[in-house]
């Protein structure tokens, strides 16, 4: 589950920020102005490609079980969760550290949305995340473009979520301390759910690839940007 730790701290602190070597006030104010540019316009591209990919998979769902059309309820109820499954998946910082460097708040927030079975791996891989935010100090927080049902039926569902991670982290001490963002991470997840006792909840979620990038589209197998939070 590396999606909890995939970052690049520091890979994008631009050249003009090593120390003794300032770059021109103008230089800076342009090469600043055309990289939000770039990355408004590739970020806009990703939104674009993650929302057709998503209607073009669950349209490949409907064509084989109706895609759940049937059952209106169950389907907002199963994108909704998975809403809440990768915003609470992806959104930790140091604030929720405790004495020990534990997340308690980050643990219980994706466990309430978790069956026991998935419970287990997420407890593995926690530590790593955890570790990560106590000596790095990052914070990450998630956002979701869009979901789309693939089936579903009255005890289970898959939904496909496309999104981005954005990761942050603090550089330096005292008054010379600021944050530095870090250029969103996307991704695309097919997220399995169950319902248990009547409770819908998460029981896998795995990476997806654009169509042209997978072996097999229907599957959707292959990698992708935003492998894992």
């Known amino acids: 589950m590396s999606v909890l730790t995939d970052t690049s701290v520091g890979d994008q602190v631009e050249e003009s920020e090593v120390p003794g070597e300032p770059a021109p006030a103008g230089a800076a104010g342009t090469r600043r ?5 770039l990355l408004a316009a590739v970020l ?44 609470r998946l992806g959104t930790y910082s140091p604030d929720m550290l405790d004495d020990s460097r534990q997340m308690p708040a980050y643990r219980e927030q994706v466990r ?19 570790q990560l935010v106590a ?4 914070t990450r927080s998630a956002e979701v473009f869009a979901t789309a049902v693939s089936s ?9 979520v496309a999104g981005a991670f954005t990761d ?27 319902r248990i006792e009547g409770e819908w909840l998460v029981d896998d979620f795995t990476p997806v ?17 935003g492998s894992t939070p």
């Open 33 to 37: 102005t055309r990289l939000r540019r």
């Open 152 to 160: 579903v039926d009255d005890d289970s569902a898959r939904v496909l």
């Open 112 to 130: 309430e949305v978790i069956t026991p079975k998935f419970a287990a791996d997420f407890d593995k891989e926690v530590a790593t995340a955890e």
């Open 135 to 138: 000596q790095g100090g990052i």
């Open 168 to 194: 942050s982290y603090a550089q330096g001490a005292g008054d010379e301390a600021r944050t530095v963002d870090q250029e969103p991470l996307p991704f695309r997840f097919t997220v399995d759910l169950v």
């Open 44 to 87: 806009a591209a990703v939104v674009v490609t993650c929302v057709v990919l998503l209607v073009w998979m669950a349209a490949g769902g409907r064509s084989s079980a109706s895609g759940g059309l049937e059952l209106p309820r169950e389907r907002e109820q199963a994108m909704s969760l998975t809403d809440q499954f990768v915003k």
């Open 209 to 225: 690839s654009a169509p042209q990038e997978s072996g097999d589209p229907a599957t959707g197998s292959g990698t992708t940007e």
